[in-house]
């Protein structure tokens, strides 16, 4: 599309309405974290009572940010170093920092959605019992030529729903795999809760433990709310710059954190009592963490589920899969808007400069399971997808998480961001709202950052 630029105003993409931009916000919030590090963190943190906690934070701390950063972006219509830029020079450090993010997310989250989409491609073809059996994921994730092959399918699928423009290509994606990701997510958590034994699962998910509540606990939970909801990496800025004023922003984003929580509660539903019918997995602790949970656990899982095995195989890896999706499409199309609020390139070029660049990283890090495995940057066993991973979510997006706070609460001022929320509703919780952003998030976020890092620079 040919598009008119000059310094201050230029077209930018726009949503057609509300729900779009809460369908594409939940898109962007509901993926792989979702899906394996929710239960995962429930289980081990005694169940309801992680949930409870997470529900608390998400509605209070998650919510305020998200406001904050979405009405930033409405605000100023522009991505995310611009909005700092444009309100106070000296602040695009920030801005900068913030749309490194997503720049180094996108390549490795394209990894794992390669992972995901070569799982849906061997339930289909080789079946549930290959896919168990022992030695299938690290002999995938090793192997030097379709670890590649399957990144990049996944890059283009999203690469190519970019490519159709915000209104013909994210929107109708989202429009088809979110409801279908929601439908599909409660029927196998029906199909779980049917299975003999899955009560005493979804007991030991479902009623808190208020014993197991730790300063750990709610670590964890800040922790995981962060990523979940796509918070501090100039994803939501963007999203919001694409918003017209007259669209209510306090309900829109009550409704992506509540979907974001709905999908995040399912996927425990689903996974930590189809793990105490299958494997007699008793104990939270247990359970796998991250990737083997979904790619080694699960398999062994519907594995164990005779002749309904492939289709629940199946059908989970499409939800993975469309969750991954829309998650990578955010993240490519901050990405490419940052290049062309940047640039002042046309949208294609800008995206076509962010495919290569991500499709390099991608195969940089990827390089990391094979020809570079020597390299192990956090230590034993550790690849470089996970030192990325830590590296933008561990370290940078809480710095710019705590910028950001500091930026609207200390120099711009809540009243900037409150008079741009009140443009489209009436915000009664404006002084709670500026409490939190002021003081409340700036601790939360510091807890965070240090609990993050200390453990790295000394080692238990
Ligand atoms: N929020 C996504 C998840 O829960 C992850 C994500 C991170 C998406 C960064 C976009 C950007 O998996």
Redesign the pocket.
């Known amino acids: 599309m040919a598009q008119q630029h000059n310094h201050t105003h230029h077209d930018r993409s726009a949503w057609s309405g509300k729900l779009a931009f809460i369908l594409a916000g939940a898109a ?8 394996w ?1 929710f239960p995962t963190l429930a289980a081990k943190y005694g169940g309801g009572m992680f949930i409870l906690t997470y529900f608390v934070l998400a509605f209070t701390f998650g919510i305020s940010l998200l406001l904050l950063e979405t009405a930033l972006g409405r605000k100023t219509k522009l991505s995310v170093i611009g909005a700092f830029s444009s309100i106070n020079k000296r602040w695009k450090l920030v801005g900068i920092l913030a749309a490194a ?2 720049f180094i ?2 390549p490795y ?1 394209c990894i794992i959605g390669g992972w995901v989409t070569k799982y849906l491609v061997s339930y289909v073809v080789d079946g549930p019992t290959a896919v168990a059996a022992d030695g299938f994921f690290t002999g995938f994730i090793t192997d030097p030529v379709f670890t590649y092959v399957f990144m990049v399918i996944f890059m283009l699928i999203c690469i190519g729903v970019c490519a159709l423009g915000v209104k013909n290509g994210i929107e109708k994606a989202n429009m088809i795999m979110m409801p279908l990701l929601l439908f599909m997510a409660i029927g196998i958590s029906v199909f779980v809760l049917m299975q003999p034994g899955a009560a005493e699962g979804a007991a030991y998910y479902l009623i808190p433990d208020f014993s197991k509540f730790s300063p750990d606990l709610v670590i964890n939970a800040l922790g995981q709310m962060f ?4 918070l501090a ?1 100039g ?1 939501m800025v963007t999203y919001g710059s694409y918003l017209d004023s007259k669209e209510n922003l306090t309900e829109s984003v009550a409704s992506i954190a509540g979907f ?1 929580l709905l999908v995040s509660f399912l996927s425990g539903l689903m996974i930590v009592p189809a793990a105490f019918v299958v494997l007699g997995i008793t104990d939270g602790g247990m359970m796998a963490a991250g990737p083997s949970l979904m790619f080694v656990t699960l398999p062994n899982v519907f594995g164990g589920m005779g002749g309904a095995a492939q289709v629940i195989g199946v059908l989970f890896f499409v939800l993975v899969l469309f ?2 999706a829309t ?2 499409i ?2 490519i199309e ?1 990405c490419t808007s940052i290049i062309q609020d940047g640039t002042h390139w046309s949208r294609s070029k800008s995206l076509l400069a962010c495919a290569i660049f991500v499709i390099a990283a991608g195969c940089f890090i990827n390089a990391g399971y094979n020809v570079l495995i020597w390299i192990e940057p956090l230590g034993e066993g550790t690849q470089l997808l996970d030192f990325f991973d830590f590296l ?2 561990s370290v940078m997006m809480p710095i710019v998480a705590l910028l950001t706070c500091i930026f609207v609460g200390w120099i711009i001022k809540p009243k900037a961001i409150i008079d741009e929320v009140r443009e489209s509703s009436k915000f009664k919780l404006a002084g709670a709202w500026t409490v939190m952003i002021k003081y409340i998030a700036p601790v939360l976020v510091i807890v965070i950052l240090v609990a993050n890092v200390l453990p790295m620079i000394f080692p238990a």
Not at 28 to 35: C, D
Not at 227 to 230: D, M, N, Q, T
């Open positions: 962007s919030a509901v993926g792989l974290g979702n899906l590090r993010v997503p997310i996108t989250y990523y979940s909801l796509s990496m994803i974001d969750a991954a998650s990578a955010s993240l901050a933008s979510n």
